[in-house]
């Protein structure tokens, strides 16, 4: 052991003993969960000096540590930026006389919103750089024109705790409304009319609770809806069309729409069709008609149906596109003549149009593993499309597609500054056995060349819940590793929807340990296959893929170099057992409620990587954190990290690093968020030779 090697924090022990269910278990460092933590989401200065100072030496080891590879992050940093293309801007989107779009300035860290009238100049209706200025944090999670182009509005987050603040801009004055609207998830809409809005409110616990609507100009708000299910989500969206205003509430497992008509924005809501478990649904405005994606009838991959706007309920409602296993239908989108769905299968994507007479046709890619997301547009009476393309070696495309002709446009194709040439590289799809046959997609990256003798270090990311689906994607900072001779992997694990809704069931509740087994057999497969060797991965994943790498840490420590656990839900029993906490109720349709359900409880107790740790030969570990987190609160990695470094029997560090300044996302800026990935590509470089 290196004499001259930083010391680790030690962490003071204070047992707290937690008995539920009549199980017992012991919490050496809950001590470290603010009692203020609420407080200190909206006010970090509150936080706990002890904590405070645990924390903050947990980031000098963690910087210290990393040392020697203070070099490299800032060469890797440098050369994702030059990757960047400074003054960037989206494809202006048309509605009516007017084309919005985003754009960024050399330098700036955050976007410029603006349009253009036709024949006109540009008008600037947000400069979130210049908002930005001297705040340690700043995000805008939302923007939007109203119907008659009069009003901007956005929402925005100055500290990272995800509770946002509306603000509403006179467009023909160029000034900011007195009143703000606060303190709300940042989901708004305007009503069609343009004369009112609608937000939803953030309660005391961080949860969506209420639909309220402020007449603009205004400073009062009148209750439109409150949810009075804690465990249930809530948001509102204003149709296209113009023809609804569309309050939806739901779970994982159970959804509700209410309706307000458009032409009638202070008209009490109607519900389309009450909740039942299990039944989930979304809508769509066609006028006269409404167009539904749902999983009724057994239609476990979902169908689209339609029901007459004055007549919703499910007795009416009528198959559009029916139901096919394995095509997962991920999203609607009705237009007057046309309506679009993106459809799921083997973990690739599709947009398939639909006419009026029930005619059909796809829009599909051609590349064995490919992200193609459908882009809605502002206008409803139109043939116009537009859809982005990409894949791992190809830089994301921009396209124009008219319906009616078959007219394709390219109107962008991402610009890499430093250059890209797609031929050096390769693209892969794999399929991994999982331990129940079950077979596995995995998308592969590489130089082309590439020798697969296990000589290559391999990154292999992963998620797999929430039925979310990681996209096999283009991605510029991935190149760094990638150009290093690495070969980058995703894994598409049981818990998402790679393969359909029932690959999402097979990977939750009381089937999760699925996602984790999955993962460890595409680790293996791919040792099997030469593209890797034990001890040279990198696992990698955030979030609940920061569960999954504490479970594959506690499962299988022997296969990795290092762990990359970002922001990592890695005490689950501990976080399912507190209503506090704002995602608990909601989210225990996906894990289970540990606080009434013994099977859920000791389900969770065989994997939360938290409560598994043991005395084992641990490898390099870097978790983060922020702590103005609400989703993965701060002392979730800071527990985790200190009760590891009381069980290892190896000598590989392990090291956590939360952000005094931000919350899930880590940091906002486009280029300061840089430095935070050429910190965990360092580390997987570090872990990799030093093994």
């Known amino acids: 052991m290196d004499q001259n090697a930083p010391t680790p924090p030690v962490a003071r022990k204070q047992p707290c003993i937690i008995e539920q269910l009549g199980r017992t278990r012991t919490d050496d460092f809950r001590w470290m969960k603010d009692e203020n933590w609420q407080a200190v989401l909206r006010d970090p200065a509150r936080l706990n000096p002890e904590i405070r100072a645990h924390l903050l030496a947990e980031n000098a080891y963690t910087k210290a540590v990393l040392a020697d590879t203070e070099t490299l992050q800032q060469t890797l940093a440098t050369e994702m930026k030059a990757r960047i293309k400074q003054d960037d801007a989206s494809v202006p989107m048309q509605d009516g006389a007017y084309a919005y779009y985003r754009r960024y300035e050399p330098g700036a860290q955050h976007p410029v919103f603006a349009r253009r009238p036709h024949g006109g100049g540009e008008e600037i209706l947000l400069d979130a750089d210049a908002a930005a200025k001297g705040l340690a944090y700043y995000r805008v999670a939302a923007a939007a024109h109203s119907p008659d182009h009069r009003l901007f509005a956005y929402a925005a987050d100055g500290q990272g705790s995800e509770v946002y603040e509306i603000r509403i801009k006179n467009l023909e004055t160029g000034a900011l409304l007195p009143e703000m609207i606060s303190p709300s998830t940042g989901n708004f809409a305007f009503s069609p009319c343009s004369r009112f809005i609608f937000w939803t409110y953030r309660d005391e616990n961080s949860r969506p609770a209420k639909i309220f609507c402020r007449r603009v100009g205004w400073a009062e708000d009148r209750l439109v809806y409150e949810e009075k299910d804690e465990g249930f989500y809530i948001s509102v969206e204003a149709a296209a069309s113009g023809g609804s205003i569309f309050i939806n509430c739901g779970n994982q497992e159970t959804s509700e729409v209410w309706r307000i008509p458009g032409a009638e924005p202070t008209a009490s809501p109607t ?319 996906e894990w289970g409620n540990p606080i009434t359900d013994p099977q859920a409880y000791d389900t969770i107790a065989a994997y939360s990587p938290y409560d598994n740790i043991s005395a084992q030969d641990y490898p390099a570990v870097l978790a983060t954190g922020g702590l103005s987190d609400p989703r993965v609160t701060y002392w979730e990695p800071a527990k985790f990290i200190a009760k590891l470094r009381g069980y290892t029997t190896g000598q590989a560090p392990l090291l956590l690093h939360i952000n005094m300044q931000a919350g899930h996302a880590g940091a906002a800026g486009r280029f300061d968020a840089l430095a935070e990935t050429a910190r965990d590509y360092a580390f997987a470089m570090w872990a990799v030779e030093g093994t």
């Open 271 to 589: 519900v389309i069709a009450p909740r039942e478990p299990g039944l989930r649904y979304g809508v769509e405005d066609r006028g006269d008609t409404l167009i539904i994606r749902t999983n009724a009838d057994g239609a476990v991959d979902f169908k689209i149906v339609q029901a007459p706007s004055a007549a919703p309920g499910r007795a009416n409602w009528r198959d559009v596109v029916p139901h096919r296993a394995g095509h997962y239908i991920t999203g609607v989108l009705a237009l007057r003549d046309y309506i679009l769905h993106a459809e799921r299968a083997e973990a690739n994507d599709r947009i398939v149009v639909t006419r009026r007479d029930g005619s059909w046709f796809p829009i599909a890619m051609e590349e064995p593993a490919y992200a193609l997301r459908l882009e809605p547009g502002y206008e409803y009476a139109t043939s116009n499309i537009r859809y982005v393309y990409s894949s791992p070696t190809t830089p994301a495309q921009w396209f124009d597609y008219d319906i009616a002709t078959g007219a394709r446009v390219l109107r962008k194709t991402q610009e890499i500054p430093s250059g890209h040439d797609p031929a050096l590289y390769e693209t892969r799809r794999l399929s991994a056995r999982a331990a129940d046959g079950a077979q596995i997609p995995v998308t592969v990256l590489m130089r082309r060349g590439t020798k697969l003798d296990g000589s290559a270090p391999v990154h292999l990311y992963g998620y797999g819940s929430y039925g979310i689906s990681i996209p096999a994607g283009f991605s510029t900072n991935i190149l760094s590793l990638v150009d290093r001779g690495w070969i980058h992997v995703i894994a598409h694990i049981r818990g998402g929807t790679e393969k359909g809704w029932n690959w999402f069931l097979d990977g939750r509740g009381t089937k999760k340990m699925n996602s984790f087994t999955d993962f460890i057999a595409v680790a293996e497969h791919l040792i099997a296959q030469g593209y890797a060797r034990q001890k040279h991965i990198v696992a990698h994943g955030g979030s609940a893929g920061g569960l999954l790498m504490g479970a594959v840490l506690n499962l299988r420590p022997d296969l990795w170099a290092g762990v990359i656990a970002a922001v990592p839900f890695v005490d689950v029993l501990n976080t399912m057992s507190d209503t506090s906490l704002p995602m608990t109720p909601p989210e225990w349709p």
